[in-house]
């Protein structure tokens, strides 16, 4: 995938991040329920996810110059992502009825997370590497970025494997937005449920036959691809249980 493509996907991962953020604003108290805000906490990881890994490859391929460092897009990407997370995780909180703790007087402030070197924006490591003109992105992330060969096949790689988890990758996407779409709590007939579990059996027949396609193209290897199926396999099941629990 060219930077170009990448920028486009990232944009698209920001949309739909943005989206998010609103339609969780506007929440009713019908809909503010354990399961459902868990839900939407995985759909969120598997967003920031896509954004992170994606973000990766742009800066090793793309140039300090490029739109989307110039524009500082992850930093805006990731503030959205905190605020969404901070809603689903006081949500959840409020649910379970767990008030925040507050520190005692004495007790010592916990410091705030420290993004790794690989999140900070770009201006901050030019500032962290001294540099004084953009260079090429390979050239200030070197350290700290997987190398290229951790995201490009070999020279004698499978081209098959690559389509393949392209599909797969839509057939995800397809399986949360079906899964954001399942509101289990508004049901009221029978055949709301059924359909619902139709959608997603459909869905994940897909998923699982493709799966081992991919496996049997040795998409075994691919950490990253193992670990995204074995989460929407959690969901999957998850959300298939909690239909069956409420029929």
Request: with cysteine.
């Amino acid at each position: 995938m060219d930077t170009d493509s990448m920028f486009i996907n990232q944009t698209e991962l920001y949309e739909t991040l943005t989206k998010f953020l609103t339609n969780i604003k506007k929440d009713g108290s019908e809909r503010r329920t354990i399961d459902n805000y868990k839900r939407k906490a995985d759909m969120l990881e598997v967003y920031w996810r896509e954004y992170q890994e994606n973000h990766r490859k742009m800066c090793e391929f793309a140039e300090l110059d490029h739109v989307y460092f110039k524009k500082g897009c992850f930093d805006t990407v990731e503030e959205v992502y905190s605020n969404i997370k901070e809603i689903i995780d006081k949500t959840i909180k409020q649910l379970l009825g767990v008030s925040p703790r507050r520190p005692e007087a004495g007790e010592a402030q916990p410091s705030p997370d420290i993004r790794t070197k690989q999140q900070l924006s770009v201006s901050q490591r030019r500032l962290e590497a001294g540099a004084t003109q953009p260079q090429p992105g390979p050239a200030f992330v070197n350290d700290v970025t997987p190398q290229r060969d951790d995201f490009l096949p070999s020279a004698g790689g499978s081209s098959k494997l690559d389509e393949l988890m392209k599909k797969q990758n839509l057939n995800f996407k397809a399986l949360l937005r079906t899964v954001s779409k399942t509101q289990v709590d508004k049901f009221e007939n029978h055949w709301q449920f059924e359909n619902a579990l139709r959608s997603l059996d459909s869905r994940w027949r897909e998923i699982d036959k493709l799966h081992w396609e991919i496996e049997g193209e040795n998409g075994s290897e691919d950490i990253n691809y193992q670990e995204q199926f074995c989460e929407h396999e959690e969901t999957y099941i998850e959300l298939t249980e909690t239909i069956n629990t409420k029929m």
